[in-house]
């Protein structure tokens, strides 16, 4: 019985490592950008805690603590910086994954479509070789049959 063969299983090999490599790529990105997004809400956390802080010393019926809320506000100040910078490159690394997926995304459909291309072919052998067999089994019926053996 003969072995079905894909010609291009070589390329569909090919495919599936640059699937592999694509997959791996985004979500190596991926994960950077989720780290990015929690070093963003860890700045925007602390920005609210100063100013929080800051409200309570100036609601404060007790002496307000002019170095420290000249502190807080200095360092409020800088933190606003540092959130403005750090959603540069959370937008930055967003389009990094974006690129990544879309990448990623062609990957897949070559390899899909190699694969599909496979199970195509691998149907129309399996129909040759049924095709094949009963010719081969007619043949022998109609031999027996002519050499007066029961059928």
Known sequence: MMKFHFSYESLLRHRKLEEEVARRDFNETFRMLEIQKEEYKKLYTRLHEAEAESFSYQGSSEGVQIARLLELNDFMAGQKIKIARQREIVINHTQIVEGKQDIL???????????????????VFKKSVAKREAKLTDEIVVTRFKAGGRV
Do not use: D, G, R, V
Not at 105 to 123: C, D, P, R, S
């Open 105 to 123: 995304i062609n990957a897949a459909k070559e390899t899909m479509i190699l694969e599909k291309l496979k199970e195509k072919q691998h149907a």
